[in-house]
C-alpha cells in the first residue's frame, strides 16, 4: 500500500515527525539513512504499527509517496563544518525515484544553502526533474526537543521556507495537518537561517551562564541563586542555567566552510562551552584535594551520562570527555545511569554501578552530570563521600555545586 509520507531518516528528528504523523492518520513509510540514534519503545512501536507505519531498506518504496521529509543527520566532520554524507545518501536515494508532483522538504540541521545548493542538484540529476517546476522543494527547522512532555509538533509552531511560493504551500498544507501554527518564511535560505538562529542563542546563552559559574565560584556566589531571582523579571531575562558541557544534536554553526566572515560570539560561545568538561575535572580535583585525597587512585562515580535528563541519547555528552579526563588523571571512573545499560569509553567498557547508593558511598567522589527523574538527590548527598552537583540539582548545601 502506497504511502502519503516517507519520513527519511529514522533518528531524534525522524522518530517524532513520523511519530506525529501518524497519530494525524498519516499513512508513513520510514526509510533509514544510516546507524541512527532514535528509539521506540515496545509500545509506541505497537501504537504505530496499528497506525500504518511501516519502515523500509528497499529505495523503491519512496517512489509512490505525496510528501517525503528528510531527517538525516549532519555531524560534525573533522573540519569542524557539517557532514553533509546522510543528506547526499537520502537524496540520491529519493532522486532515483521522485515522480512529478511530490513535495520534498529537508529539516536536517544546515547552514544557509544548503538546500539550494546542494539538495537542489542532487534531486535534479537523480530524477531528471526541476524542483519549482516538477516537484516542490522546501526546508523546515526541526525543533524537536527530545524528551519533552510539554513542547510536541502539534503545539510548536513549524516555521516553511520554499523555493517558491508554490513550494512554501504546498509544505505548509503537509504541516498544517501535523501542527497548529504554520509560519512562513519568504524563503528557503531565511528557514535554514532561522535554525542558525535558533541554535546559536541556546550555545551563546548557555555559554554565557557557564563564564557566570566559574566567575560566581571564585566569588563565593551561589549562581543558582542568582538565576533564581534574575529570573523573575518580566522582561528582558531569559534564564539558562550552567552544566557540564552542551550536547544534543544541533551543534553551534558559525559561517565555517561558508564564505563571509564568521560569528565571532559564536566562536567564542563554542569556545567557553567546549572547557566545561575540563573545569569539571579541575573542580573534581580540588575536592578531592581539599579532603585529603588525590585523583590518581580516586574512585569516581558518574551519575547520568547522557546529554538530556530521562533519555538514553549519548549524542555529544560531556560524560564522555569528563571520563576521559578522569582516567588520564588515574582515577578509577564508574557510572550509573538507568537509561544506559553498557558505556564505553576509549574502546572500553566503563563500569556500572549496580546498586546507586553502595557505590556513591564507596566512592571517593560522586559527579551529577545528568539529573535524571529517577534520582533521589536527597538520599544521594546523605550517602555519598563526595558529591559535585553540576545541574544545582540538590538541595541549597547538601552538595558543592558547579
Known amino acids: 500500500m502506497p504511502a502519503d509520507l516517507a519520513v527519511i531518516g529514522l533518528g531524534p528528528l525522524g522518530l517524532p515527525l513520523a511519530q506525529a504523523a501518524v497519530a494525524a492518520g498519516i499513512t508513513t513509510l520510514g526509510y ?27 529505495p523503491a518504496g519512496l ?18 563544518g557539517l557532514d553533509l554524507g546522510q543528506v547526499e545518501a537520502a537524496a540520491r536515494a529519493l532522486g532515483a525515484q521522485l515522480r512529478p508532483h511530490t513535495t520534498v522538504i529537508l529539516e536536517s540541521p544546515v547552514h544557509p544553502g544548503t538546500t539550494e545548493d546542494f539538495l537542489r542538484p542532487l534531486l535534479e540529476e537523480t530524477s531528471g526533474l526541476r524542483a519549482g517546476r516538477d516537484f516542490h522543494l522546501a526546508y523546515s527547522p526541526s525543533r524537536v526537543d527530545p524528551g519533552s512532555r510539554a513542547f510536541t509538533p502539534a503545539n510548536t509552531p513549524k516555521v516553511i521556507g520554499g523555493l517558491t511560493p508554490a513550494c512554501t504551500e504546498s509544505a505548509a498544507a503537509f504541516y498544517g495537518r501535523l501542527t497548529d501554527k504554520v509560519v512562513r518564511a519568504r524563503g528557503v535560505r531565511e528557514a535554514e537561517t532561522v535554525h542558525l538562529l535558533e541554535t546559536n542563542f541556546r550555545h551563546v546563552n548557555m555559554a554565557l551562564v557557564n563564564e557566570m559559574a566559574v566567575l560566581c565560584h571564585d566569588l563565593g556566589v551561589d549562581l543558582w541563586d542568582v538565576v533564581r ?98 582516567m588520564e588523571l588515574g582515577a578509577a571512573v564508574s557510572y550509573h545511569d538507568p537509561h544506559v545499560p553498557t558505556w564505553s569509553v576509549l574502546d572500553r567498557p566503563v563500569p556500572r554501578a549496580d546498586s546507586l547508593y553502595e557505590s556513591a558511598a564507596d566512592a571517593d567522589l560522586t559527579i551529577l552530570l545528568q539529573h535524571h527523574r529517577t534520582y533521589d538527590l536527597q538520599g544521594l548527598s546523605v550517602k555519598a563521600q563526595l558529591l559535585l552537583d553540576t545541574r544545582g540539582a540538590t538541595p541549597t548545601g547538601a552538595a558543592h555545586r558547579l
Open 32 to 58: 533509514r539513512t544510516g546507524p541512527e540514534a532514535g528509539s521506540l519503545s515496545p509500545a509506541e512501536l505497537r501504537r504505530m504499527l496499528s497506525g500504518g507505519f511501516r519502515t523500509a531498506t528497499d
Open 63 to 80: 517512489s509512490r509517496v505525496r510528501t517525503a521529509v528528510i531527517c538525516a543527520p549532519t555531524p560534525r566532520d573533522t573540519g569542524g
Open 229 to 326: 531571582c534574575a529570573e523573575t523579571k518580566p522582561f528582558g531575562f531569559q534564564a539558562f542555567r550552567p552544566g557540564p558541557g552542551v550536547g544534543g544534536h544541533s551543534v553551534p554553526l558559525d559561517r565555517a566552510g561558508l564564505p563571509g566572515s564568521p560569528l565571532r560570539m559564536v566562536e567564542l560561545a563554542q569556545q567557553v562551552n567546549s572547557r566545561m568538561p575540563r573545569y569539571v575535572v579541575q573542580r573534581a580535583a580540588a575536592l578531592l584535594n581539599e579532603h585529603g585525597k588525590s585523583a590518581r587512585g580516586a574512585r569516581v562515580l558518574l551519575l547520568g551520562v547522557t546529554y538530556k535528563p530521562d533519555l538514553a541519547d549519548l549524542t555529544g555528552t560531556p560524560a564522555h570527555e569528563i571520563a576521559i579526563r578522569l
